[in-house]
């Protein structure tokens, strides 16, 4: 007895994987569950995480240190235009290099050729003035100080036109916009988001010729700090005197806000959040019936093994072992069907869906709790192995 336990001690192939590898179907159906779970943790938290991104993409290029925005505003789908004198109270104190006003509005697009027309975001500003860090936009932008010229978001959806593909060629291009013509003078990249499928930006002067708005009013004023100036502290300072129908928020606080707009007052950021935890569920069940009936099909071998002076808590670890060795090897094939996913998912829809180590890790971990969880509820197959029936 004592000779047999020490060639399961010393047996190089871990009993685990013996047991696993025993029914080679029972094994693949539950690294079809891992990958499965897997696929669907990435998925979620990751077109989660697109959600926000996306939903920053423009404004986190601001060359700004505050944003002002409308007091009634809950988001970017509902930005409110607001009095544009309202920046001169900026203006009045030293800290402020400059104030500048953006415009912002959905507008319908129709691409030259084309006989349908869609909502597309245009935004509006002074070309003269550096308003973006982005290479791609200080590029083009002077090329606005002409009238009716626009830069097209060259990651907008197909629908709204092969306007990336056209514009390799020498003619212009045009596209209307509220049915008036504008010509597009350059490309750059700004990404999609889940309220808007295409944008543009303009001259502060081509937006009013494009748009209905009135020109005394915008939807977004910037604020230019002097170097070293604390805008939370600066902020603060001059909250008091703010006009009461805006709102200030330093360039990261407006951010946050966005965000926190659709992960709250969207029911969106709720379904995501909803799917991984249905997808951890529905893993973790198929797991523990894979689990469970694997102990049952071995409960004699079990049985054995106790009476072969194995203890519970030994055969428990065998259990929890083999979850472990299912999580490991069907964790990277799920990684990996993740990743083909998601090159899927943005080169339909234009959304940031990118895999990031965080989240692998995250999810793997969470994966591991999943795998653990399984095996917690299938160990109590194991009160039912009896090793006197082994004797009988």
């Known amino acids: 007895m004592s000779q047999r336990n020490s060639w399961w001690k010393q047996s190089k192939i871990p009993i685990a994987w013996l047991l696993l590898a025993r029914f080679r179907v029972k094994l693949f159906t539950a690294l079809i569950g891992i990958v499965f779970a897997s696929i669907l943790l990435h998925a979620q938290l990751g077109l989660r995480s697109a959600l926000f991104e996306s939903s920053i993409s423009i404004f986190k290029t601001f060359n700004a240190d ?87 978001d060259e990651l907008s959806r197909r629908e709204f036109g092969p306007v990336k593909k056209d514009f390799e060629k020498p003619k212009p291009l045009f596209a209307f916009v509220n049915d008036q013509r504008a010509r597009i003078s350059g490309l750059v990249k700004l990404g999609t988001s889940f309220s808007y499928d295409a944008s543009f930006l303009t001259s502060l002067s081509t937006f009013e010729l494009l748009s209905d708005n009135k020109t005394d009013y915008i939807e977004i004023g910037l604020v230019k700090l002097f170097p070293g100036t604390d805008a939370v502290s600066f902020l603060r300072r001059i909250q008091a005197n703010l006009p009461s129908d805006v709102q200030a928020y330093t360039l990261q606080d407006f951010l946050d806000f966005e965000k926190g707009y659709w992960d709250r007052s969207k029911p969106i950021g709720f379904v995501f959040a909803f799917n991984a935890v249905l997808g951890f569920t529905v893993g973790m069940l198929i797991l523990y019936q894979i689990l469970y009936t694997d102990v049952s099909n071995h409960l004699s071998d079990f049985s054995t093994m106790l009476a072969l002076a194995f203890t519970y808590k030994r055969i428990r670890l065998i259990v929890f072992q083999e979850s472990l060795f299912l999580a490991v090897i069907g964790y990277p094939i799920g990684v990996f069907g993740s990743v083909l996913l998601f090159e899927f998912i943005s080169s339909v829809t234009g959304l940031p869906v990118r895999m990031s180590t965080d989240r692998v890790l995250i999810c793997f971990l969470i994966v591991l709790l999943m795998s653990s969880c399984s095996a917690l509820m299938a160990m109590r197959k194991l009160d039912d192995a009896n090793p006197i029936e082994v004797f009988e």
């Open 66 to 152: 505050i944003v002002v925005i409308s007091k009634v505003a809950v988001g970017s789908t509902s930005l409110q235009s607001f009095d544009r004198n309202r920046l001169v109270i900026f203006d009045r104190y030293p800290e402020v290099v400059d104030t500048t006003p953006v415009r912002y509005d959905f507008v319908r697009w129709r691409y030259a050729g084309s006989r349908e027309s869609r909502l597309a975001i245009m935004l509006g500003f002074d070309p003269r003035l550096r308003i973006f860090n982005q290479e791609d936009i200080l590029k083009n932008q002077s090329t606005l100080l002409l009238p009716g010229r626009i830069l097209y």
